[in-house]
Nanobody, 128 residues
Framework: VQLVESGGGSAQVGGSLRLSCTAS????????VAWFRQIPGTEREGVAS????????TYADSVKGRFTISQDSFRNTVYLQMNNLKPEDSARYSC???????????????????????WGQGTQVTVS
């Protein structure tokens, strides 16, 4: 399994960026993809998740109304559209995939890093 992120970079406050996570090697048992972010020296934070069958999404309170997670199954890609960016959104963003209990769909458990087995290398986002 390989996850490759792209789309990071610099943005102004109030601006937008779209991150992409392209997956290869996933099977039908891998039913969820999530975006996480981390600032050095702090804990990793779950930002958004999506269950690939059904499309149920979950967002951290800090990004609700500003970020949108979506998927393009044909391209095996999950996107994170980030609007109205704030300086506190600056972090390294990573996508992750795993076999997550369907009971967690729509809940905060789907934003827990322990639920995901496969991780990308991450992409840096800087907002200033």
């Amino acid at each position: 399994v390989q996850l490759v992120e792209s789309g990071g970079g610099s943005a102004q406050v109030g601006g937008s960026l779209r991150l992409s996570c392209t997956a290869s090697g996933l099977t039908t048992t891998h039913n969820a993809v999530a975006w996480f972010r981390q600032i050095p020296g702090t804990e990793r934070e779950g930002v958004a998740s999506i269950f690939t069958r059904g499309g149920t999404t979950t967002y951290a309170d800090s990004v609700k109304g500003r970020f949108t997670i979506s998927q393009d199954s044909f391209r095996n890609t999950v996107y994170l559209q980030m609007n109205n960016l704030k300086p506190e959104d600056s972090a390294r963003y990573s996508c992750a995939a795993g076999s997550v209990s369907p009971l967690f769909a729509g809940g905060s458990e789907s934003l827990q890093s322990r639920e995901y087995k496969y991780w990308g290398q991450g992409t840096q986002v800087t907002v200033s």
